[in-house]
């Protein structure tokens, strides 16, 4: 694999002025700040480093920010199989990992939007909500809030029922550019619906640059990994498999 020609520590001029431009829009960000209930349990190991498990998503994160900047991508979207194998879990510690390098801005958005977890997850709750957003019934500040200097995140607890239709018009897709112009993050996470739950995925893939599949040991089949890396392959970059709950001895990780 081939270095890339700048690191996250030596902008382009263009670049850096757009991450000038942005300073506006992120500072005029709600903060929010998770439930330390939450912080404290078994969710969230990247948020310090007393959990040893930390390493293995410091490990993901470099990986996928190597990945990233070679082929000049930045939207990445987070799905798995079927419900139950961590895509969220992986997903908010991937995001809080990111936000551990400095020069990176990372932008987790929740569109699971069927079944959101993150908002739920963290204890958060935002003025408005994403339905809102993606209908163009908000603004960026009202459903965008900073978790830190550098981790903007975009959730809510409402369900919405027919959001594979809203996910696929173009006024949704339209927000989201916006979202990314103004705020210029070097990366955007959407965690998606499990990919053989609903139709959701498909049809938002190829508004992505990449995507991720989380499998769960002793859960995911191999009969449906197959099934999800073709039907995503053929839709978007896969950047590859991520096997969440592994079980290893004390002293090791894994993912």
Request: charged share 25%; aromatic share 6%; with cysteine.
């Amino acid at each position: 694999m081939e270095h890339a020609e700048t690191t996250l520590h030596e902008f382009p001029e263009a670049e850096r002025l757009s991450r000038i431009g942005a300073e506006p829009v992120w500072k005029m960000l709600s903060p929010c700040r998770a439930d330390p209930r939450s912080v404290a349990g078994s969710w969230f190991v990247t948020t310090g480093r007393s959990n040893p498990k930390h390493a293995a998503f410091d490990m993901l994160r470099t990986k996928l920010l190597l990945a990233l900047q070679q082929k000049n991508w930045k939207t990445v979207a987070i799905t798995s199989p079927t419900p139950g194998c961590g895509k969220t879990f992986v997903a908010l510690n991937l995001a809080f990992s990111l936000a551990n390098q400095k020069d990176c801005r990372t932008v987790l958005v929740d569109l699971d939007l069927k079944r959101p977890q993150i908002a739920k997850t963290l204890g958060i709750e935002a003025p408005s909500t994403i339905e809102k957003y993606l209908k163009g019934e908000s603004e960026i500040g009202d459903v965008f809030q900073r978790y830190s200097d550098n981790l903007a995140i975009g959730a809510s607890k409402q369900a919405v029922p027919f959001s594979a239709e809203l996910l696929q018009t173009r006024g949704a897709v339209k927000q989201l550019q916006e979202m990314q112009q103004k705020m210029n993050p070097d990366v955007v996470l959407f965690d998606m619906p499990p990919m053989l739950s609903n139709d959701d995925v498909v049809g938002f893939l190829p508004n992505v640059d990449c995507v991720i599949l989380i499998a769960a040991s002793e859960q995911s089949t191999l009969a449906e990994v197959d099934i999800c890396e073709q039907e995503l392959s053929e839709r978007t970059n896969v950047l590859g498999v991520v096997l969440n709950k592994c079980r290893f001895a004390p002293e090791k990780y894994g993912y």
